[in-house]
Every structure is written in structure tokens, then in C-alpha cells.
């Protein structure tokens, strides 16, 4: 039987779809989403995992023809990277939400199956079919995205950056000045939703995807790099608290309780180490109005006359990477 066409689903209805799809099945402000439970609970889908899939197939996993069970590679299904497995039954749901006629035309059973209907598909439609997966995944596991991040624009073109702000004029430079928070969280998911509940507070967000630390606290006087930091724990290379704990050790002038540090798991040290700095401490999940609470506090403690530092923000235009965009300080910066 011949497979259905496939028809383009826009951003602005891949929105709309995403907004449909929480408001069935995850209709609280929560964050993370539990997609494991919607999948399992609310869907009645089996995850299936399987040895050498991704090997095979190329691909984290897929979906069965009557949307019963999703099959997982076996190592992702077993990892403690839960981002990856979670993103893939996101992935998967899309595909079963936004091409379920498309599968149930298919005929596959196996992991070979699968890979000759996927590849067999013209390679336009195959970008555009993962496509849209991708951006209906990230926003069912990402809700605070949905009101303004995504725009209805043309398939394939790129946002236009903003404006580049010269600091070398002052002028220009004071007029664009808020109330700044630094965001360092690894996960993109929760990188995305932590800094859409910080730009709904009316900061400025310079969000990044691992800690670097600031060569500029110890020389330049009455300056800060920003007015408060939050940062997950646990990030490749160093970890959060090695951040904060090297940043007090070389002066950094920012407040230590308009710092916050993150986690899913805490160790009664770490606990112990965060108290004694001075620091605020989050236990994931949390809810918005939560970190929004702490914000209005930090903004309290603004000091009178402090000016802001442009450090960081130079590392995120000499990289063409838009300010309040997520980036990855080093050579290999990722935008969107």
C-alpha cells in the first residue's frame, strides 16, 4: 500500500499541537514534564528496550505501526543521561501525535524494517518528518517555551540576531542594561525552561551550557559580571559548586545570596558547603513561581550604583551567539 503524503505542519501549529497535547495529559505548571508517566500511564505505550539498536538503525529508537510500543536501544534505556531517554519518547510521541497516518500505512516489525521504511523516505521529507518531531518534543518537555519562543517563520531560515550592543559606548550600553542573571545549566531542556522563568521575571539572561569562570572579578573595580547566578551542580568539566566556591575565592563581588545552585540528588556536604557560602539551594523539580520568588528577592539586593560587566556578554557576540540565547562558552557554541 502506498505510504499517505506527508503533509507540513508549521511552526505556529506545531505550537498550537504542543499546547494541546499539555493541556490533556500534563495540565499543571510542573516542570520537569513526566514524559515516563504520560507514556506509560496516561498512553498505555510499552517501552521496549532492545541490545544494539542504535548500532543498527542509527537512531535512538522508534515507534511500533499501531503506536503500542516504542522501542529504546538498550544502553540508553539503562543510562543515567535521562535527558537522551526522554527526549526520545518525546520524539516518538511526536511522530505517533503529528504522523500517525503515515505509520499506520507503514509495514515494519523489526529494527531492519524500520531503517529501510525510514531511509526509503525522500530525503525532504525525512528532514522535515524529524524536524518536526524535534521541535514538538523539545516543547512538550520544555511548556515555558510555548507563549513567544517559537515564531511562524520559514522552514530552514534562521532567527535574525539581535542587534549587537557596542560596550564601548556607554550610552548605548546603560540604556540596555537589566537586571542580569547568568544561567550555567548542561541539560538544554532545562537550560530552555529555567531561562524562560528568568525572562519572565524581566532579567536579562546570558545562558550557557557549562561553567567558565570570570577572569575579570579581581580588576574591574565596582563591576559585576551579573546580579545573580543559577547554576546546576552537576556539569561536565567543573561543577557548579567548584564554580561558586573558585568565584569567592578570587573576590567576586556578586552577593553569595543571589547565587543559586541546583539539583536533582543532594549530598549532605554539598548541603553543608552551600550554607556556608551563603548560597540558596534548589531541589528539581521545582516550581516557577519558586525561582520567581527568589528572583524578586535577588533584585531587592541589587547594590545602588553597581554597574554590570560586559565579560560575559563579549563571549556571546564575538561568537554570534544573541545574548539571551542558549550558548556553550568555547569553540564550539551552540545557539537556538
Known amino acids: 500500500m502506498p505510504l499517505p503524503p506527508l503533509m507540513v505542519v508549521s511552526d505556529?501549529?506545531?505550537r498550537r499541537r504542543a499546547a494541546a497535547f499539555l493541556e490533556r495529559y500534563w495540565p499543571r505548571p510542573e516542570i520537569?514534564?513526566?514524559i515516563e508517566h504520560i507514556v506509560d500511564v496516561q498512553l498505555g505505550i510499552d517501552v521496549v528496550p532492545m541490545r544494539q539498536l542504535s548500532a543498527v538503525t542509527q537512531a535512538d529508537g522508534f515507534i511500533s505501526t499501531d503506536g503500542r510500543r516504542i522501542y529504546v536501544d538498550e544502553e540508553i534505556y539503562q543510562t543515567e543521561r535521562r535527558y537522551t531517554?526522554?527526549?526520545?519518547?518525546?520524539?516518538?510521541?511526536a511522530h505517533l501525535t503529528l504522523h500517525g497516518p503515515l505509520f499506520a500505512a507503514a509495514d515494519y516489525e523489526t529494527m531492519m524494517d524500520w531503517k529501510r521504511f525510514h531511509d526509503g523516505l525522500p530525503e525532504e521529507d525525512r528532514m522535515r518528518f524529524e524536524y518536526e518531531a524535534s521541535v514538538f518534543a523539545?516543547?512538550?518537555?520544555s511548556p515555558s517555551q510555548l507563549p513567544r519562543e517559537l515564531t511562524d517563520r520559514p522552514v530552514g531560515k534562521t532567527p535574525v540576531t539581535a542587534r549587537a550592543v557596542d560596550a564601548s559606548d556607554k550610552t548605548a550600553w546603560d540604556a540596555a542594561v537589566r537586571p542580569r542573571v547568568l544561567v550555567l545549566v548542561e541539560d538544554p531542556i532545562a537550560r530552555s525552561v529555567i531561562k524562560a522563568m528568568v525572562k519572565r521575571r524581566e532579567f536579562e539572561v546570558l545562558a550557557f551550557?557549562?561553567?567558565?569562570?570570570?577572569?575579570?572579578?579581581?580588576?574591574?573595580?565596582?563591576?559585576?559580571c551579573t546580579d545573580a547566578i543559577v547554576t546546576d551542580v552537576?556539569?561536565?568539566g567543573i561543577t557548579g559548586l567548584e564554580f561558586v566556591v573558585h568565584q569567592q575565592m578570587v573576590g567576586c563581588k556578586l552577593n553569595p545570596e543571589n547565587v543559586a545552585l541546583i539539583s536533582g540528588a543532594w549530598e549532605r556536604?554539598?548541603?553543608?558547603?552551600?550554607?556556608?557560602?551563603?548560597c540558596k539551594t534548589f531541589t528539581k523539580p521545582f516550581l516557577g513561581s519558586t525561582l520567581g520568588e527568589w528572583l524578586d528577592d535577588c533584585k531587592a539586593r541589587i547594590r545602588s550604583g553597581r554597574t554590570l560587566s560586559s565579560h560575559f556578554k563579549h563571549v556571546a557576540l564575538n561568537h554570534g551567539v544573541r545574548p539571551d540565547l542558549n550558548g556553550r562558552l568555547g569553540p564550539?557554541?551552540?545557539s537556538g
Do not use: T, W
Open 12 to 14: 505556529g501549529e506545531l
Open 234 to 236: 552537576s556539569m561536565s
Open 332 to 334: 564550539d557554541i551552540l
Open 138 to 141: 523539545g516543547l512538550i518537555l
Open 209 to 224: 551550557s557549562r561553567a567558565v569562570l570570570c577572569p575579570r572579578c579581581q580588576n574591574q573595580k565596582g563591576s559585576v
Open 32 to 34: 520537569p514534564v513526566d
Open 85 to 93: 531517554y526522554h527526549f526520545m519518547l518525546a520524539h516518538e510521541i
Open 269 to 278: 556536604n554539598d548541603l553543608e558547603r552551600i550554607r556556608a557560602l551563603g
